[in-house]
């Protein structure tokens, strides 16, 4: 009897120490959540810039424009570090986005063939323009005119 409690004990220790080598720690999802959500916030802010754009067809000069207490829009942080993220107006139709990441992004390329990395709700998808190594990364903008046209009241004015 001692021999076999002693066998489903091992057993439970060695699949517990094999999780973590096969999913990783609760440390390495805590790490891997947050730039999801860095991700995320990033999208966030570049669909708040597009919406600006076109109502009053310019680049804001800083995050802090974008804030609608109507709407309840308020600039996301850093959820590790509570910094904003930093933004760089690079020209009249162009900006850059960054943010420090922890870990490199999962490319598609990295998924095994046999699984899909298709989400169940595709806008979530970071996709390939939102990819990233770990460490500081600043995403590149260039709003295309002919795609984000500006509303004519916001041309007029």
């Known amino acids: 009897m001692k021999f076999f409690i002693y066998t489903i004990i091992s057993i439970v220790g060695i699949s517990v120490i094999a999780g973590f ?7 390495e999802e805590r790490l891997r959540r947050f730039d999801e959500r860095r ?24 995050l802090d ?13 850093d959820p590790e570090t509570g910094e904003n993220y930093t933004y760089v107006v690079k020209g009249p139709e162009a900006f850059s ?9 999962l490319g598609r390329a990295q998924y095994p ?9 595709p806008y979530l998808w970071a ?7 770990a460490g500081p990364v600043c995403f590149e903008r260039t709003i295309d005119k002919d795609i984000y046209v500006p ?3 916001a041309v007029k004015s």
């Open 39 to 62: 991700v995320g916030d990033l999208q966030s802010i570049q669909g708040e810039l597009i919406n600006y754009w076109l109502n009053k067809s310019k680049l804001p000069d800083a």
């Open 127 to 133: 996709g390939d323009n939102w990819e990233h190594d």
């Open 151 to 153: 509303r004519k009241e």
């Open 97 to 105: 986005l960054c943010a420090v990441f922890v870990r490199p992004s």
């Open 65 to 77: 424009l974008l804030r609608d207490d109507i709407r309840g829009i308020v600039m996301p942080v």
């Open 113 to 121: 063939e046999n699984i899909s990395v298709e989400p169940m709700r």
């Open 21 to 27: 080598f096969i999913v990783g720690s609760p440390q």
